[in-house]
């Protein structure tokens, strides 16, 4: 269960007072809680107050808000600040009934959280993404941050786009610029670059709309990620870099091509492909990448020149191809696209040897990686470097204080029983100086804040090798190894449903595998902070104790 927050009370920008309601939801820059009285919106609390440039931001947004914007997006709705006046949040709309567009795209979280989607619901939901887009650039501001993490998807195929305090406005002439990024969704000219302080574009943009569409179209297939034909290996950000758009007209001269069991650009309609082509060009950094307002066009044209299949389920394609891509595809991978039985076209084409070539070439994810060697070794933090001071100081202060009586001593004729009882004096005042000053030093802090600290790690590093582990994936693979030995073991009659089977865990490997692959990306710095936290508290304790000695 998530700890509560420290905030219960945030100020509206008209002064109004608002109590926060229960935790739904939680990011690396803060949490989204829900606002008692008002269900239609949320605030989404920042771990620390923020910066001024930030709070000025959010409040310019909010002055910019329309109409078209709230259809399409959860816009800023204003600053929430502290009762001291900090600004620590960001009051928006709340969005129900919508799900993260990456389980549209995926074929295997498609067929659950959207059962009756088809390609025409997938073209519907491409020419949306480029509406939103649309929308904000008429607007004057730039999404900048193009992830699958900022796209819902409802169940009628409409849109909306979230987390929009990240876009880059622009405000009586003062731009407010966006400083991250998802890599695979950055345009090459920005690949391999710092985005802090850099100024996006709308072309910039573009190019993160031309990626998003191509995912939802091609089954989750990234445009770069291809087969690479000279040596070593090609990342989706490398290949980005070198405009090595794998299922484009120049993929020769690019050295790669597109992955076996995907289908080839046809797919779409000739102006559809002519804008991706336009969008992955070595010439769109300097302007030629389609607008939202062409891929609009070009996919509602589109919609209207869908046919269905005779053969496959769900199966609905370009009508001016010869045949239907999907059922080729299905037969290929033994995937299905659009619903949770194998269609017609793919019943009896299980070859399981050479079914296996695809399981054995998922890799092992490998052991998660050890983030402790990534931490920085903190030096001593200021707050401890002066309570060390302060206690260092203890013995010299005592020592001046006793010098008055032992002084004293000398400073007047006295007899030897009285001059001693001066210095007896000296010494119980040391003490107890000595004793009072380290009193008013108390390290009880540092124990509680290191304890507090080394739970927070062990809490982390459990989710860290739970979810960037192998072990899921092993576990999937030791299934498919068993529904194998079942398969070589089974009657005819039964083989149906082992293959089914064997399909299905076959299309959780793929997924236990990208979520692996996410996990340790999405959740690598926020676990290094962690474990760069508890070092912190670590040095402070070990250097207080040292000196307490």
Not at 111 to 133: E, G, Q
Not at 204 to 233: C, K, Q, S, T, W
Not at 476 to 503: F, S, T, V, Y
Not at 523 to 530: D, F, M, P
Request: hydrophobic share 45%.
């Amino acid at each position: 269960m998530p700890a509560a927050l420290p905030v219960q009370e945030v100020i509206e920008a008209d002064g109004t007072r608002i109590r926060l309601g229960a935790r739904i939801g939680q990011g690396g820059e803060g949490a989204v809680c829900e606002l008692q009285g008002q269900p239609g919106v949320v605030a989404k609390i920042f771990h620390q107050p923020l910066p001024a440039q930030r709070a000025d931001k959010i409040r310019a947004m909010a002055a910019l808000r329309t109409p078209a914007l709230d259809r399409l997006t959860a816009w800023p709705l204003g600053l929430l600040s502290l009762p001291d006046g900090r600004a620590i949040g960001v009051k928006m709309p709340r969005v129900v009934g919508h799900r993260d567009i990456h389980q549209l795209y995926n074929p295997k979280s498609r067929r659950t959280a959207f059962p009756r989607a088809d390609w025409r619901f997938l073209v519907r939901v491409s020419a949306n993404v480029a509406r939103a887009f649309a929308t904000v650039h008429a607007e004057g501001a730039v999404i900048a941050d193009v992830n699958h993490g900022g796209v819902l998807v409802g169940g009628d195929a409409r849109v909306r786009l979230i987390d929009c305090d990240s876009f880059q406005v622009t405000v009586g002439g003062r731009c407010f610029p966006c400083d991250v990024g998802v890599p695979i969704f950055t345009p090459p000219e920005l690949q391999d670059r710092s985005l802090t302080g850099v100024i996006r574009s709308e072309n910039h943009d573009n190019f993160g709309l031309a990626v998003m569409i191509f995912l939802v179209l091609f089954m989750g297939r990234h445009p770069f990620a291809g087969r690479y034909l000279g040596e070593g290996d090609m990342p989706i950000e490398q290949a980005i870099k070198e405009h090595r758009f794998a299922y484009g007209r120049d993929h020769d001269y690019a050295a790669m091509e597109q992955p076996p069991g995907t289908p080839p650009l046809a797919i779409v309609s000739p102006p559809v492909a002519e804008l991706f082509e336009r969008a992955f060009a070595m010439s769109a950094p300097r302007g030629g990448r389609p607008s939202a307002a062409e891929w609009i066009e070009a996919l509602e044209t589109l919609a209207g020149k869908l046919g269905e299949c005779q053969v496959g389920i769900a199966h609905w394609y370009l009508a001016d191809l010869p045949e239907c891509p999907w059922c080729r595809v299905e037969a290929a991978t033994g995937v299905p696209l659009f619903s949770g039985a194998m269609s017609d076209a793919t019943a009896g084409l299980f070859d399981l040897p050479a079914f296996w070539k695809q399981v054995e070439a998922v890799e092992h994810p490998g052991l998660a990686p050890d983030i402790t060697l990534q931490a920085k070794r903190p030096g001593l933090s200021s707050v401890a470097r002066r309570l060390r001071v302060r206690r260092s100081w203890n013995g010299t202060v005592a020592l001046l204080v006793a010098v008055i009586p032992a002084g004293l001593s000398f400073g007047v004729d006295l007899p030897p029983l009285a001059r001693g009882f001066f210095f007896l004096a000296a010494a119980v005042l040391y003490v107890l100086v000595r004793l009072i000053l380290r009193a008013t030093v108390d390290v009880t802090p540092f124990v509680v804040r290191e304890y507090e600290c080394r739970q927070l790690w062990e809490t982390t590093l459990a989710e860290w090798e739970a979810k960037a582990g192998p072990r899921r994936f092993e576990d999937k693979r030791r299934e498919l190894e068993k529904l194998k030995d079942w398969w070589d073991a089974a009657q005819p009659q039964q083989r149906p449903r082992i293959e089914a089977a064997i399909r299905r865990a076959f299309d959780e490997l793929q997924q236990v595998t990208g979520q692996i692959d996410f996990a340790r990306t999405s959740l690598r710095e926020n676990a290094v902070e962690t474990y760069e936290l508890l070092l912190q508290t670590q040095v402070d304790l070990a250097a207080l104790q040292r000196k307490k000695r």
